[in-house]
């Protein structure tokens, strides 16, 4: 069910990153168990990041600690974490370099991420709980075709919602540069970004990209039907509930017209006012006779006196009537 959060909650600031319910920094009473984040601050800019277990690399002997930096927040289910520091070069032969990556409950790693392999001398496998492992190995001869995965590069599809996962890269060095190692690495191809500032070096000279690795979420262990019957039901008015991507516990949605994040006990859902913005309506401008009102999560279109038609296209007329009717959007 819906965890009550206190009733002076706010939404809470990391840099230019709002967190609101089931998300939290500080006070654990204003968000939902298991959904921390923290806020790294350098030099006065914040840094959000999601707050993972510790894990262990390598050869499991050892435990690292690492908070991935958030990309986004979906309050529908899913955010992504910055993964361009998930990578397991390859630069020698006789050296296989592991990374290993744990989520815990809620969070889950989406079936829209891909296993990357980058370099025409590396190869790379995978593996998830006890099922096999999967490998992969560029195929130099031909080009990729996707933007992230071209000349060198081989990719395929991580299982869905599963919460570990560790990788492998092995082999020679990128292409024929001795000065750079081939890699793995893991990230959704929907997040991949070239960009100019310094962040992770991908393709070569000159080449620089981001990208980020899709995580699914749900609230609690109940879908939705338990949930609506439940006196601490997660959802706001003027929201819908929806079962979770992970396949246990559900996440909330504004209804059209509305806006917020759903939650009872997060920032809830209010009225868009659609006339206020003219992207967002369709009636006819005010200079071409037309008339917006707003309704609760929608609008309705008319026409001036002295104007006639259906309120998304008005005419002068010599009619005193009004013409009205509600928008349909």
Request: hydrophobic share 25%.
């Amino acid at each position: 069910m819906g965890f009550s959060a206190a009733a002076t909650c706010q939404p809470e600031t990391c840099g230019s990153m709002n967190v609101s319910y089931p998300f939290w920094i500080n006070k654990s009473d204003c968000g939902y168990p298991g959904f921390q984040m923290v806020c790294k601050v350098d030099n006065s800019t914040g840094e959000l990041a999601l707050f993972l277990p510790a894990y262990k690399e390598l050869n499991f002997t050892h435990i690292i600690r690492q908070d991935f930096p958030i990309m986004e927040i979906n309050y529908t289910g899913d955010l992504i974490i910055n993964s361009t520091s998930l990578k397991a070069h390859s630069c020698n032969f006789s050296t296989q370099t592991r990374k290993y990556f744990q989520l815990d409950s809620p969070f889950t790693i989406s079936a829209s991420n891909r296993f990357v392999v980058i370099g025409c001398g590396t190869s790379g496998t995978y593996s998830y709980g006890k099922y096999g492992e999967v490998s992969c190995k560029p195929d130099c001869a031909n080009f990729g075709g996707a933007a992230y995965c071209d000349y060198g590069c081989c990719e395929t599809v991580l299982a869905d919602n599963w919460q570990l996962i560790n990788f492998t890269g092995e082999g020679w060095f990128y292409f024929n540069n001795k000065s750079k190692c081939g890699f793995s690495t893991v990230f959704d191809p929907s997040t991949f970004k070239v960009v100019d500032e310094k962040t992770d070096m991908f393709y070569g000279e000159g080449r620089k990209a981001s990208y980020g690795l899709r995580v699914n979420w749900g609230i609690g262990q109940q879908n939705c039907s338990i949930d609506k019957s439940t006196a601490n039901y997660s959802c706001s008015s003027n929201a819908e509930c929806i079962n979770s991507p992970t396949g246990e516990g559900h996440v909330c949605k504004c209804l059209p017209g509305y806006e917020g994040t759903g939650y009872s006990n997060g920032t809830s859902c209010t009225d868009v006012d659609e006339c206020s913005h003219t992207d967002l309506n369709l009636c006819a401008k005010p200079s071409k006779g037309g008339i917006c009102q707003n309704s609760p999560g929608s609008y309705n279109c008319s026409c001036v006196k002295g104007y006639k038609g259906d309120g998304f296209q008005c005419e002068s007329s010599t009619s005193s009537e009004n013409s009205f009717i509600p928008a349909i959007i």
